[in-house]
């Protein structure tokens, strides 16, 4: 009887000690989770999701405090990237969100007072303009978030899709494949 | 090897033999140009950036004038094919895939064709500085007329003498398109021109001119020409007839027997390929300062009155075109710009031929059959077998159908040159192809997606930090003003107190006083 | 003028599906005329049999997942595989073994996992092991050829024997039955007989089986008309014949009367049909060329190991359904070099 106490006891000891030496001896600084989310999240840091940027869902996320169907800009795209990331089944995109289409913002340039908000709301620095000087946005550096328009006193900010051309024109999937889509995850 | 050691021309894995259907358009000589009462000329014409318009609504501009300048280094410049009125500078529907529309210059022609000041002609360009040759090349917006509209100066630019074998491009290996064909049977003599200050400018050993065995009058001419010109190391190469025997790549390992590298271009082994049509407009560039403003373009295909080559101006609409090759017939189903293997069918007729259209196929049911509906893949293999690439085409599907593109990626799905062989020999009729240019695009599409977030999630970070920085300076700003503030507040106190205390003093004193002055006053009284 | 949109290439197509399966079959009619004329009307039976039951098994797969159902039949991949087993079986199997393998075959190892081109193994192997390790007494009741055979049964005979599950009077299953040769070449070896001695067995022709090395040779023509329309490739028939050669030889010279001759083994049994046949099902086989020899070549070595140290007489079947699962292994290792890669040294 002693003796078994003894032995499960030296042997629990034992490997106790030999897992300890391996989480020190083989611990992996991989790129924390939250990190590869963000990377997956498309930088907008509209805050659509709830958090103030797209950091702070990432960690979310990373936490299990929220969903990965939260992301607007993202859409579909993104919640598969994530569910992959993560292992998880995809889900349908949060219906409080809704996708959206890409898109920039457009300052009207007449009706712009100069007051500087909007610059201040711009996540990415895209705005360009000096108090009582008009504004203008910076289209290359728009991340179309939708943060400048609540600001602004004129309401004087429009969103532009991105209109499809030949430059960003993306070939359709095939539609003479011998199956519906349901292998494709577009049925998701 | 030495120049008169015999070329035996190499091999390439796959490829398929098929009915060439060349005939049909060259029983006539290439047409003249006709001058058309409108030309659509779109701004991109060329891999790499679009031009920018030089030219306004009104204005009117002359036969080669330059209309849309270059705008970065991979760009070309585009020239007006004849005199005329700038009416628009807008959207139109443009020869490509999508069927889209993109900014065009649109100039109602005035039917003088009057030529604008041409540069000189550079009739000694032996002795010629080879910047100068280039930047003519470059300037006259000529681009890769085989149909990759690659513009053609920067193949062209000093590498440093490492190349030693010119290859031209003239096996037209598509069937229907005949173009080359007709250009080497009338204009051998341009062409060789053209070989000559090629060779002059890179400085190479040898010239291989690589024409597939289907065209024996263009191996002729050429060859004549060729030896006219007395052109050293240059041979005329017979190819078999198989197609994608003019993939530059398939071209380059039959003529030279060396692969040109994955991802690379053929220049990282010595060698640069150029079409024919590309050598001619060269030509007319340098020797006669002409700008690129024209082409022969092949109409053909059942749906076709008069099938033949025609030398159009650049901006003529396929419709244009099409009249003057008698119009349509009943069996006119599909138009398709470029042949029936690579080309892409347009909905209408209302699109310009722009430099890299070198067909226009109005094809009948019975020369482009409607896809039939594709069943399940039984994993043949056939389509391996058919690949020039040695890609296994099928992995690439199930991979590109099932949107896994990373591992379509891993089977080297962009060493894929679309060529069509693996979907013309699919038993299950799979468009094969087509799912390739949807991973293709997808992943493009993707890369751009993520360039732009890490280019925002650098600015945010960037502002972040500006923002925590500048709070961080005017929380310091404010801790040492208000340590300031302190610090002098302390002393006024102190001051103050004493002031205080001072003028208590005072106050003090001067009751005391002004007590003893009563007092004495009042003892003076009593 | 409003045309047709339409991705490239715009060629249409130079083979299909249906013609690929119409051809195999047409390769088969050889040898399936050889094995009637020695084995009786039972091939004929069995033929039809499977083939109706293979049909309506994929109809009603395809009406209960929903799915267009003619233009997946008309594709003939259903009659292929009915064919397939219906050589492999014997003549006078009862009817309800041929549709239950039938129904395993098409229900299971193909619509299951997704219809054709998605089963990892072939299906009439599948439906063969499956009913040779679930009633091993009747699929070894083969009868002889008929050159041996006592009782020619005529078709209505044989009809009744395969639908009535019974035999007539004066007949009896030892009567009519006899060994295969692989059969007859196994126990007799068991037993410590020489080769010599079991070659004076009337089972022998001149270089297999008696019948069965004509019917061998009528398939080895199809195989050939395969190779020559170009179906299959000669990888996979050549290397997996060239291992059983290699290894029958090798053994046959270190020991000729325990070990069988070269010829033996291809001749008396599934060998030719499976060489060309079966193994070269392009589902369940390997894509690469590489691979298919491997993956031939695997099979033949299988193929011997088993009928000379395994637990069965004839082998192709399992040593193929042992190898369709390692084809997407193999595949994945055999890839070839891409135009153009410098792994190995350039183009030269």
Known sequence: MII??????????????LLGYAAVRFHVEGDPIADQIDKLLPQTQ??????????PYANAIANGEDDINRCAPGGEATIIALADLLGRDPVPMDEEIGEKLPSVALIIEKDCIGCTLCIQA??????????????TIIESECTGCELCLAPCPVECIVMIPIEEGIGNWIWPYPDNDHRDLSLSREAL | MSATAPLRPGHFHGGIHMPDHKAESTALPVAAVSIPSRLILPLQQHIGAPAKAVVSVGEHVLKGQLIAAASGRVSAPIHAPTS???????????????????????????????????????????????????????????????????????????RNNSIDTLIINAAECEPYISCDDMLMREQADQIVSGIRIIQHILGVKRCLIGIEDNKPEAIRSMSAAVAVASLHNTEVVSVPTLYPSGGERQLTLLLTGKEVPSHGI??????????????????????????????????????????????????????????????????????????????????????????????????????????????????CGKCAEACPAQLLPQQLYWHSRSRNFDKAQDYHLFDCIECGCCSHVCPSHIQLVHYYRFAKTQIWSKEKEKSKADHARQRHEARVARLERIAAERKARMRKKKAVLKSKKGGDDSAKKAAIAAAVKRAAARKSASRAETESNQGATQ | MQFSSYSSPHTGHSENVTRVMAQVLLAMIPGIIAMTWYFGWGIVINILLASVAAVSAEAFVLKLRKRAITPVISDLSAVVTAVLFAVSIPPLLPWWLTVGGMLFAIIVVKQLYGGLGFNPFNPAMAAYVLLLVSYPSEMTHWLPPRE??????????????????????????????????????????????????????????????????????????????????????????????GAILIMATAWWLAEPEAHPFPAFHLFSGGVIVGAFFIATDPVTAVTTKKGQLIFGALIGVLVYSIRSWGGYPDAVAFAVLLMNMAAPTIGYYTQPRVYGEQEKKGGN
Request: with cysteine; proline share 6%.
């Open chain 2, 84 to 158: 005329g009125v700038i009416t628009a500078i807008e959207d139109h529907l443009v020869p490509h895939s999508s069927g889209l529309s993109a900014r065009c210059i649109i100039i109602d022609t005035d039917g003088r064709d009057e030529w604008a000041n041409l540069p000189p002609p550079i009739d000694d360009f032996s002795t010629t500085d080879n910047a100068v040759l280039i930047e003519r090349i470059r300037e006259s917006g000529i681009v890769g007329l085989g149909g990759a509209t690659f513009p053609s100066s920067i193949k062209m630019e000093a």
């Open chain 2, 266 to 379: 053929p220049a990282n082994i010595g060698i640069v390929c150029q079409n024919v049509g590309t050598v001619y407009a060269i030509a007319d560039a340098v020797l006669k300062g002409r700008p690129l403003i024209s082409r022969i373009v092949t109409l053909t295909g059942e749906g076709v009155a008069k099938p033949q080559n025609i030398h159009a101006l650049i901006g003529t609409s396929a419709g244009e075109l099409i009249a003057q090759a008698g119009g349509y017939t009943d069996k006119a189903n599909q138009l398709i710009c470029g042949g029936p293997m690579m080309g892409f069918s347009m909905p209408t007729d209302e699109v310009p031929v722009t430099k890299g259209v070198n067909c226009l196929l109005i094809a009948s049911e019975q020369d482009c059959p409607p896809p039939e509906p594709a069943t399940a893949c039984i994993r």
């Open chain 1, 46 to 55: 509209c805050g659509q999701c709830g958090h103030p940027g797209c950091r």
């Open chain 1, 4 to 17: 078994a106490i003894v032995t499960i006891a030296a042997l629990a000891t034992l490997f106790g000690l």
């Open chain 1, 122 to 135: 711009c996540p990415v620095d895209a705005i360009l303009g000096a108090a009582k000087q008009m504004h």
């Open chain 3, 148 to 241: 041996l055979s006592t009782h020619s049964l005529d078709f209505l005979t044989t009809l009744g024997i395969i639908f009535g599950n019974d035999l007539q009077q004066g007949l009896s299953w030892d009567a009519i039955t006899m060994a295969t040769p692989l059969d007859e070449m196994r126990t007799q070896l068991d037993m410590g007989k020489m080769i010599s001695e079991i070659r004076l067995s009337p089972l022998w022709g001149d270089y297999g089986g008696l019948g069965i090395e004509w019917v061998a040779n009528w398939f080895l023509l199809g195989g050939l008309f395969l190779l020559w329309r170009r179906i299959i490739t000669w990888h996979i028939p050549l290397s997996m014949i």
